[in-house]
């Protein structure tokens, strides 16, 4: 069955969601299929409820009264549950939006799913763990609220500035962020009312970096690369309160770009036009080996002068004569004063004075 056929019900639990979300509670179910079921639990007879009616009629959506039977006791839980398993065994549906920040649904989700349903819930960043854990994919609606008012904000902004400059700015252009996760935000919990609303349950952007890393390399071929739709599926899988509107991105492409941690590669579908986006973690450049440094020439000695013939004859084999060596006198020592004796070195005379 194709997404677009998939058939849902839509059960909203009204004492724990406001009537803002309803707009974005059934804009958000559209993208996964059909609400056939739209249901809302209530005591109607009170009078906090009156300003749900505008709401209901516009979206048509069918009110369920329950009345409370002692003060203080919340009875519409009751009746949700009993509603959603005989919706469950009449096969009519595929999926289920529970709309709720309360967690006594935790144990009608899990059922669901254990029956093969798809289950999505919807709340507010007070929901608890344990909801979110049983659901297949959950849906902060103050965070999408907040990311909607924003984009109003700035379209309204750019409207501005085009009409005074003249010029035609494209419709949500300043909305869209640009360039890296920075170190404050990714140390900071997605969702600008974390601290407002008590625990919150979304991961910052440094730990989500830090999962994707880590199925990137469990799941990854030979050379390390990992298909980009897989991996959306298998972070819904682990995370089902990912939304990468809660990183204040429209796009899950854009969002694992401004990561900054990896490197991306398209394919083309043969036979077809469409590209397949694998990812993969960036690998360090290895720097080259420099060129080994050729060894210096050897000095060539310079060649001697040429030495006449007639010098390299000796005076003996020449036929001149020699002259005899001279000697050198070494002064003795006389004992008689005044008297000096002179030896010759070569032929041990003496020479007296």
Known sequence: MNR????????????????????????????YGVATY??????????????????????????????????GKNATDSAMIIDAMDILYSGKVEGFCLVTSDSDFTRLASRLREAGMDVIGMGETKTPKPFISSCNRFKYLDLIALDNELGDLADEAEERESRSSGKTVKKGAAAAPSGKISAAEAEKPSGSKADASGPVKTMSARSMRKAIMAMVEE???????FPLGDLGNLILKRYPDFDVRNFGFKKFTPFIKSLGAFEFKEERVPGSNNKLTYIREKQEKQEKPAAPEKPAAPAVPAPAAAVPAEAEKTPEKSGLP???????????????????NWKRKNFGGKNED
């Open 219 to 225: 799941n990854s071929d030979e050379d390390e690369w």
């Open 4 to 31: 677009e056929d998939r058939r849902y019900a839509v059960l909203i639990d009204a004492d724990n969601v406001s009537d803002k979300y309803v707009k974005i509670i059934l804009d958000e179910i559209s993208n």
């Open 322 to 340: 020699v002259a005899a060596p001279q000697t050198a006198l070494v002064e003795k020592k006389d004992p008689v004063p005044g008297r000096r």
């Open 38 to 71: 739209k249901r809302i639990y209530a005591d109607w007879t009170k009078p906090k409820f009156a300003r749900w009616k505008t709401m209901l009629l516009e979206h048509s959506i069918t009110p369920i009264q329950q009345y409370s039977y002692t003060v």
